[in-house]
């Protein structure tokens, strides 16, 4: 069953691909969190928490906001070529990376289509805390390496 997260999720997914169907060419959206909090008839809190867990760089969005009188918040796809991604994606994955966050860069992968969704499932088993069997803070740091190697050799793949 949905949760009120993933309806205010969904909805500003729809806003996105309207514009897109309109040709906008940033594919952004901007909101107001008062009126879409009060569409939803929820705390403006869960807006925030909206954006900041399931509009993350990981997953390819950037989150911009104004606040004030004519205050808004810019949802943005970031549209970066492979190798420009891949190259963010090394540099930015640091020592440890959490297996949440990990299946959030595999889907992305899946949803610009450099992995299949069998790979991105059987990559995503593999970097689970069960199969790695190690400490959560150890897991991570193995998880890390693991993803770096995995972007390291998708970058190869992307230059032949």
Request: contains cysteine.
């Amino acid at each position: 069953m949905a949760n009120l997260s993933d309806f205010i999720e969904e909805f500003i997914r729809n806003l996105m691909e309207e514009e897109r169907d309109k040709e906008e060419t940033d594919h952004s959206v901007e909101i107001q969190r008062n009126e879409l909090a009060d569409y939803f008839h929820c705390a403006p809190s869960q807006i925030n928490y909206v954006l900041t867990t399931r509009f993350t760089l990981e997953r390819g969005y950037t989150v911009e906001s104004r606040r004030g009188g004519g205050g808004f918040i810019r949802i943005t796809r970031v549209n970066l070529n492979n190798r420009e991604l891949f190259q963010w994606l090394i540099e930015n994955v640091g020592e440890e990376l959490n297996e949440d966050l990990a299946l959030d860069v595999l889907q992305r992968l899946e949803e610009k289509n450099i992995i299949t969704l069998r790979e991105a499932d059987l990559i995503g088993k593999l970097l689970s805390d069960k199969s790695i069997g190690k400490g959560k803070q150890e897991n991570a740091a193995i998880r890390a390496n693991l993803m770096k190697e995995l972007f390291k050799r998708l970058m190869v793949y992307e230059e032949k």
